[in-house]
């Protein structure tokens, strides 16, 4: 299991986090849902994850673990704050649709 | 320059990468084209145990662990219970104009060959791979290195979840008529 990144290679991690992000990118821009905009937000963060862990293995390097506990106490906390934010979003519209969100529209 | 491993000879970590690979791109994807959020939810839950496999694959075991309880285990049972609050496993959702639709399509090319180009040229930077062979992704030394370098930013973590806590259950409580 030591030279895994040496079978592997490092830049095919690094691909695949790229490919996960843009993918991630395209899913807010296509859909409507804001729960599948949601979606889409964890996918990029967890690409960002991906990335992390490959390089502190890359480096042998503990902190990049760390960084990426860090970052899943945060998606934590932001998944319930906006799943909160959505349900009273949609108890006062009845929708969820991203683009029925125009009040503040001038 | 990208040397991917010719597939008639490669060895069983680069077949089991490459699958987690693919299981994961294609979950992420249909992730976004299912029409059903319900749907949506549940590859999204296979795009994050396929994760947790790369987790594996790296021996980041703390990590593994952790994804698959907060993201599988947390964060998806949320989501899916905010999909049947509102009673929303249904397909009638409007899609956006063509206009938009093409030009995500257009901006998810055009990313992917940016940072795909950007990384192939920037090995110099990236260093290179070395093997000091000394152990340091065990959740021993993880704790080590969380509570005696990174103690303050893990007390403000715990901050930081106690607020949301309240923020979610703020948010969500149906207010009172004063009347």
Known sequence: MENILNQIGIENYIFLSVILFCIGVFGVLYRRNAIIVFMSIEIMLNAVNLLFVAFSTYHQDAQGQVFVFFSMAVAAAEVAVGLAILVSVFRNLGTIDVGNLKNLKG | MINIPDLANATPIQIVFFVLSIITLASAFLTIYSRNP?????????????????????????????????????????????????????????????????????????MCLILIAIFINSKPIVGEYIITGEDYQSIKILGKVLLNEYMVPFEFASVLLLVAMIGAVLLSKKENNEN
Do not use: D, W
């Open chain 2, 38 to 110: 319900m749907h949506s939810a549940i590859y999204l839950v296979i795009c994050f145990t396929s994760i947790t496999g790369h987790y594996l694959l790296l021996n980041a075991q703390f990590l593994a662990i952790v994804n698959f309880i907060v993201y599988t285990g947390a964060i998806m049972i949320l989501i899916v219970f905010t999909i049947m609050l509102m009673n929303l496993n249904k397909e009638n959702e409007v899609y956006k104009p063509r206009v938009t639709r093409l030009g995500a399509i257009v901006l998810f090319c055009l």
